[in-house]
């Protein structure tokens, strides 16, 4: 019997090699590398041809929807399976829009992540519930005409720094990870936000994310 060859992508090195002594212990399933960016995840997935890949989207130093893209690209009988802490608007829908047949959470149960990847290695697209509600609430939002309030002039008066924090918060880095990246403080993510909000006349982060990849306004596939 042909085992399901999988790749884990995780910065975790704790989570990764749980989960791989995991996987290994069942009869159908091997795990044949791990890697801990999405730099790392393309190249072993260029040279191992697995059948399935694990991937965490959200990595301090990685860019997991871009290592998706690629993936699929390079290796179109490989499988990409999101498995994430985080469920932010903007990873769930950019993942899938670069291919990946599954989305559930860490806090999954074994045995769910173990079943997804034989439905998603059968030829199923799993979503974990949580997932699905986020991506119904996406569509009845954009039905309903959500976010015409937006200003699309707005976008003229952002400056490239707020660019920059608005590309980063579509991509679902938290404060915090934005923070870090551009060297600023915090606080002073917080206030490009406010002003983003403001010019844009959007309610909240979701809503101007969610406008923003919908216009094409920032670029989910730019290097960190």
Excluded at 2 to 29: K, Q, Y
Excluded at 88 to 100: K, M, V
Excluded at 120 to 134: F, Y
Excluded at 150 to 173: H, S, Y
Aim: proline content about 3%; overall charge neutral; charged content about 25%.
């Amino acid at each position: 019997m042909n085992r399901i060859s999988c790749l884990i992508v995780d910065d975790h090195p704790t989570f990764c090699n749980g989960l791989a002594l995991e996987l290994e212990e069942e009869e159908d399933i091997e795990c044949v590398g791990k890697a801990a960016s999405g730099a790392e995840a393309i190249n072993m997935a260029k040279r191992l041809k697995p059948d399935i890949v694990l991937m965490e989207v959200v990595m301090p130093k990685s860019d997991g929807i871009r290592a998706i893209k690629e993936i699929r690209k390079h290796c179109p009988k490989t499988d990409v399976i999101v498995l994430s802490a985080f469920d932010y608007e903007a990873s769930i829908l950019g993942s899938l829009r670069s291919g990946a047949r599954g989305y559930i959470l860490k806090t999954s149960p074994l045995d769910k992540i173990i079943s997804t990847i034989r439905l998603v290695h059968r030829g199923e697209s799993v979503l974990d519930a949580n997932i699905t509600d986020k991506i119904i609430n996406h569509l009845q939002l954009k039905e309903a005409g959500g976010g015409h309030n937006i200003n699309k002039m707005g976008f003229d008066t952002l400056q490239p720094r707020e660019l920059e924090v608005l590309g980063l918060a579509a991509r679902g880095f938290s404060n915090k990870e934005i923070a870090s990246k551009l060297f600023i403080s915090e606080r002073t993510v917080q206030t490009h936000l406010v002003n983003i909000f403001r010019k844009l006349g959007a309610n909240s982060r979701t809503q101007a994310v969610l406008y923003a990849l919908k216009e094409g306004w920032v670029n989910l596939d730019a290097a960190c």
